[in-house]
């Protein structure tokens, strides 16, 4: 099993700036693509932001420009750097991690969630 660990959310002003940081841990063989989704009330779950094993990144128009994903392989973590943060942001956000525990068996493990709540 993976483990996921998130950190780094809550209340802020419209304009300010959060770190998140989601760390895995468990049978892990190797992490291909590490993301961010959020999930806003009422709202369908979204991608935010996502990182692949080699760098490349992929964001929501919402949020491009503003947010940067990062990812540290040495500790299985990924970062997620809000700025300029907007009323709409408002969520709860969560973690995804998907890679192989074996040579032979994929992993997708995804985060408890954390609250980021922006404030107008």
């Known amino acids: 099993q993976v483990q996921l660990v998130e950190s780094g959310g809550g209340l802020v002003q419209a304009g300010g700036s959060l770190r998140l940081s989601c760390a895995a841990s468990?049978?892990?063989?190797?992490?291909?693509?590490m993301g961010w989704y959020r999930q806003a009330p009422g709202k369908e779950r979204e991608l935010v932001a996502l990182?692949?094993?080699?760098?490349?990144?992929n964001y929501a128009d919402s949020v491009k420009g503003r947010f940067t994903i990062s990812r540290d392989n040495a500790k299985n973590t990924v970062y997620l750097q809000t700025s300029s943060l907007k009323p709409e942001d408002t969520a709860v956000y969560y973690c995804n991690v998907r890679g192989r525990a074996t040579m032979f068996a994929t992993f997708d493990s995804w985060g408890q969630g954390t609250q980021v709540t922006v404030s107008s």
């Open positions: 990182i692949t094993s080699g760098g490349i990144t």
């Open positions: 468990g049978s892990i063989f190797s992490i291909n693509a």
